[in-house]
């Protein structure tokens, strides 16, 4: 449960960033992806939306696939390109205004 006002933080896999499409491709074959669902970051904004969130900032890394990460990835701004992508949203009054 989370009062109006607050923040939600959720990190996940993109599902249409390299990590993503991988774990989809092999799912089936790995028993912690099995019954996994992979959301895209604009599908992730539009189920939050529906549940009255808004304020949406977004944060992405991981934009090599994994066996090709040898140091530490850059952490951007927005998503689109990293597989990895953190989102904070604010829960909005019942009543509130949502762009």
Partial sequence: MLKPGGFL???F???DG???QKYS?????NVFY?????????????????????HFEFRQT?????????AVE???EGYGEGSFVVLRAQKLENNEYKP
């Fill in 13 to 15: 896999i993109a599902r």
């Fill in 74 to 76: 850059p952490v951007k």
């Fill in 34 to 54: 099995r019954d996994a669902t992979f959301y895209s970051p604009g599908e992730v904004k539009q189920y939050l939306q529906q549940a009255n969130f808004s």
């Fill in 9 to 11: 933080i959720l990190g």
């Fill in 25 to 29: 491709k092999d799912k089936l074959q």
């Fill in 18 to 20: 390299f990590i993503g």
């Fill in 62 to 70: 991981l934009f090599n696939p994994l066996e090709n990460i040898k």
